[in-house]
């Protein structure tokens, strides 16, 4: 166990929706990261939050949105969904801006009908 | 163009034996090379962290090089055992103002009683 929570496990949703991922990180831990893994993609950085504020992006889509609220949990926002964005959603926390190790949750599991 | 190739892609080996398994990259400027283990459907593992003046570094049974100058990195399994079948994903980090973090596919070993 990592220690990095993430909500729901399973997300079952139809094309077109919203859906929000929530994840808490370690206790002590200032970064979020936020991945997706697909099957013909393999693991993708989408963005890192550090103390609230945005740190880095990656591949996210415009679609996509996050944020890290003051208790440090965040929330990754989907919206008009597609069947390509049926995946896994990793979160992961560490100390630091992002030299350190990074501790990744259980995921949640997407799957858009 | 930031790029992390692994290799082999899939790699089967009895219990017991040894194995190394490649990443190659062309990410620039260097920050740290990760190597991750991922059993199927779970959060990736962090195994080793390297930065740019380590050139070996080892946790437990796991094994990682680091070649800055030719940009490769190995990961060396010895006495391999069940548990370590799993997909290794090694992760290259760039600093460009803000972290960028380039994920190799993976290689996915397969150990056989």
């Known amino acids: 166990d990592s220690g990095v929570t993430q909500t729901p496990k399973h997300l079952i949703t139809a094309t077109g929706q919203r859906v929000t991922l929530r994840c808490s990180p370690r206790?002590?831990?200032?970064?979020v990261y936020w991945y997706q893994q697909s099957l013909d993609q393999g693991l993708q950085f989408l963005i890192q939050?550090?103390?609230?504020?945005?740190?880095a992006k990656g591949n996210i889509l415009e679609r996509f949105s996050a944020q890290q609220f003051p208790d440090l949990h965040s929330e990754l926002n989907l919206s008009s969904l597609e069947l390509g964005d049926s995946a896994l959603y990793f979160c992961?926390?560490?100390?630091?801006?992002?030299?350190?190790?990074?501790?990744f949750g259980p995921g949640t599991r997407l799957t858009v009908t | 163009k930031n790029q992390v190739e692994q290799s082999p892609q899939s790699l089967i080996i009895l219990e017991g034996k040894n194995c190394t398994l490649q990443?190659?990259?062309?990410?620039?400027?260097?920050?740290?090379l990760r190597w991750y283990k991922q059993d199927t459907g779970r959060g990736p593992v962090s195994l080793t962290i390297?930065?740019?003046?380590?050139n070996t570094k080892s946790n437990g049974r796991y094994t990682a090089t680091l070649d800055a100058d030719t940009k490769q990195s190995s990961l060396h399994i010895t006495a391999s055992q069940l548990s370590d079948s799993a997909s290794y994903i090694c992760?290259?980090?760039?600093?460009?103002?803000?972290?960028?973090?380039?994920f190799g596919t993976g290689t996915r070993l397969k150990v056989l009683a």
């Open positions: 992961a926390s560490s100390p630091d801006r992002g030299t350190y190790e990074q501790y």
């Open positions: 206790s002590g831990d200032l970064s």
């Open positions: 939050y550090y103390n609230g504020e945005e740190r």
């Open positions: 990443c190659n990259y062309t990410v620039s400027p260097f920050s740290n």
């Open positions: 390297m930065t740019f003046s380590e």
């Open positions: 992760v290259v980090s760039a600093i460009v103002g803000t972290y960028k973090y380039i």
